[in-house]
């Protein structure tokens, strides 16, 4: 769910990604890259992503990511469900 939302704003390559998902969880994601480049071949299986050779302003190559439509849709779609489950979680801890 976290790449595909990630992916779902811009376009994004390997380190950028572990970058961002650090910066924005002030870092309390420090995601690996034996974590998220399988992570990234599964979601390109599923045909969520896709990935593309792209060379970067510094001119160096690089394999950026981005969602597909099915990709986009399943974003939607987990991101209610993490929504409905975190509603769920925060209702029980509320509860007395």
């Given at each position: 769910?976290?790449?595909?939302?990630?992916?779902?704003?811009?376009?994004?390559?390997?380190?950028?990604?572990?970058?961002?998902?650090?910066?924005r969880?002030?870092n309390?994601?420090?995601?690996?890259?034996?974590?998220?480049?399988p992570?990234?071949?599964?979601?390109?299986?599923?045909?969520?992503?896709k990935a593309?050779?792209?060379?970067?302003?510094?001119?160096?190559?690089?394999?950026?990511?981005?969602?597909?439509?099915?990709?986009?849709?399943?974003?939607?779609?987990y991101e209610?469900q993490?929504?409905h489950?975190?509603?769920a979680?925060a209702?029980?801890?509320?509860?007395?």
């Open positions: 769910m976290l790449l595909l939302h990630l992916l779902s704003r811009a376009d994004m390559y390997g380190y950028e990604i572990l970058q961002e998902a650090s910066r969880s002030a309390a994601f420090d995601l690996k890259e034996g974590t998220v480049y992570a990234l071949h599964q979601l390109e299986k599923k045909g969520y992503i593309e050779w792209r060379t970067a302003e510094n001119g160096r190559e690089r394999k950026y990511y981005s969602l597909t439509a099915k990709g986009r849709k399943a974003a939607v779609a209610k993490w929504q489950l975190t509603g979680i209702a029980i801890l509320e509860s007395e």
